[in-house]
Nanobody, 119 residues
Framework: QLAESGGGSVQTGDSLKLSCTYS?????LGWFREVPGQEREGIAT???????TYADSVKGRFTVSRAGAENTLYLQMDNLKPEDTATYYC??????????????????WGQGTQVTVSS
């Protein structure tokens, strides 16, 4: 099971940190986001061996990390923009590869947390 927290409403340029707790350690964890009417977008993934993958849209602004001892995945989001407004989901995958942002590759999902960025 995965559960996200930390979403909220912020202004352009602000920062926000999302958390995702998980019950069972998984090889690959990722963050995705979805806007109504659009496809779910992969934005960052991290493996237990710290292989990191980022979408171009968030590279340099978002940082994914994981704390294995706490079974928690994080997404530090800096310099937020209105186009970052979405429901953010964490997801898990048991096997390689982890350098993928395809939602179809992930089998376990959280319920999502809303992030709204106003201009």
């Amino acid at each position: 099971q995965l559960a996200e927290s930390g979403g909220g409403s912020v202004q352009t340029g602000d920062s926000l940190k999302l958390s995702c707790t998980y019950s069972t350690n998984q090889y690959c964890l990722g963050w995705f986001r979805e806007v109504p009417g659009q496809e779910r977008e992969g934005i960052a993934t991290i493996s237990t061996t710290l292989i990191l993958t980022y979408a171009d849209s968030v590279k340099g602004r978002f940082t994914v990390s994981r704390a294995g001892a706490e079974n928690t995945l994080y997404l530090q989001m800096d310099n937020l923009k209105p186009e970052d407004t979405a429901t953010y989901y964490c997801a898990a995958r048991s096997y390689v590869p982890c350098n993928t942002l395809s939602p179809a590759m992930f089998t376990s999902w959280g319920q999502g947390t809303q992030v709204t960025v106003s201009s």
